[in-house]
């Protein structure tokens, strides 16, 4: 009888022993994300689908060569500072979910909800959007060579690109992850492939586009900002590292570091990729490319000149894919918080993805591109993630006065965030007031509407709101199949 007690007793431990050990994993992050691997992910996730279409938009903005490089350079700048401040914010506030807690922690919980609202309705949807309309030009271009590809057919195959990457990251994790590494190679090659290239060229002499570089220039305190816009929506992804900051070993030394080598790098890769298109292409030839790298591809690598476009699809698809496959997190926090419908945090019984998140993103980025093209798509986004970044970086001026007994390990001159906002402030307002647009002012109410839904559900709480919101959770829960994260199978 003893024996057998003990035995049991033995068991019993064990499994706690048990039960402990699979909360520890389940609760806390490995811290195996080192300095070199910080770099990879600063530059993998920043080069996308920017760098293929942004120069043609930069420069209309400028008129001229001299002013189109030095915007390139100057939004790399900003991103350099802006990611500095944004370090110091990660390692005073460790808590996940990007800028929702730096905002909470600042100004409390509305300024908060509206940036987790903005992000699920119009920053991550438009991104995603932008990114499948780059892959469809890119792609129809070789078949429409001298002429514009018709608008519908581009739409129509960006919309089967958010399908299909819908689908992929809806069935497999694993599948979405492949996919996701195959193409950030592919991203690579392509861009050493262009700057090998134009420094070839530039070695031979090609240098004529650059003789009297600010002729002609004709610059605006609006067109500067809209070529910032362009400019600075090929380096979003500059605040990314943010998000694994608790996988880093020793952050408050890595974090900075990554920053500091890995914008200015990529920053470097944007200026030699931009001196590469103008030594085969007049200010004048690259405003009338339908798709730059295309032409380049065309005048350089002939008769390979094919690798360009199907290389570019690959790097744009890739950067589509890494924005679905990022998408469920924020969606995650919002339903765990209440912010949003239940549901969407929930995930697939079958296929343990967080299947009503990601479709729910498709949904979104395919409304997007009906009405929509990527220049008015970019200044939209550009606008909405500009306003947080501002706001947040804001919070931190702000918290330096208001939370002085904070612990911060990285600790930024207070100019930097004080130059950030100005310049944040800048880049939301100067358009608006000498190139009104329509965008604009959508995406103010869009984001002005956010408060409707937060004092009904999130607020208030009021009875029938809950009552509108439960049952549609419980029917989506049925006809998807999915369930809350704490009861999927493991």
Known sequence: M?????????????????????????????????????ICIIVGTIIGSGIFISPKSVLSNTNAVGPCLIIWAACGVLATLGALCFAELGTMITKSGGEYPYLMEAFGPIPAYLFSWTSLFVIKPTSFAIICLSFS???????????????????CLAAAAILLIT?????????????????????????????ISGLVLLAQGNTRNFENSFEGAKLSVGAISLAFYNGLWAYDGWNQLNYITEELRNPFRNLPLAIIIGIPLVTGCYIL?????????????????????????DRVLYPASWVVPLFVGFSTIGAANGTCFTAG??????????????????????????????????????????????????????????????????????????????????????????????????LVVA????????????????????????????????????????PVTMQLQMLMEVVPPEEAPE
């Open 273 to 297: 990729m931009n001196v590469s298109y103008f030594t085969v292409m007049t200010p004048t030839e690259l405003l009338q490319s339908q798709a730059v790298a295309v032409t380049f591809g």
């Open 137 to 155: 030009e890119y792609v129809c271009a070789p078949f429409y060579s001298g002429c514009k590809p018709p608008e519908v057919v581009v739409k």
């Open 329 to 426: 997190r924020l969606v995650y926090v919002a339903g765990r918080e209440g912010h949003m419908l239940k549901v969407l945090s929930y995930i697939s019984v079958k296929r343990l993805t967080p299947a009503p998140a990601i479709i729910f993103y498709g949904i979104i980025a395919m409304i997007y591109i009906i009405p929509g093209d990527i220049n008015s798509l970019v200044n939209y986004f550009s606008f909405a993630a500009w306003l947080f970044y501002g706001l947040t970086i804001l919070g931190l001026v702000v918290m330096r006065f208001t939370k002085k007994d904070l612990e911060r390990p990285i600790k930024v001159p207070i100019v930097i965030p004080i130059l950030v906002t100005i310049v944040s402030a800048f």
């Open 2 to 38: 003893e024996e057998t007690s003990l035995r049991n007793r033995k068991e019993d431990e064990r499994s706690v022993q048990s039960i402990q050990s699979k909360e520890h994993k389940t609760t806390s992050l490995q811290k195996e994300v080192g300095l070199l691997s910080g």
């Open 431 to 470: 358009p608006i007031i000498s190139e009104p647009a329509l965008e604009y002012l959508y995406c103010v109410l869009f984001i002005l509407s956010g408060l409707i839904f937060y004092f009904l559900f999130v607020h208030y709480k009021f009875g029938w709101a809950q009552r509108i919101s439960k």
């Open 167 to 195: 689908t992929v990251n809806s069935l497999s994790v694993r599948l979405g992850s492949y996919v996701q590494n195959v193409f950030t190679a592919a991203k690579l090659v392509i861009v050493a492939v262009i700057i």
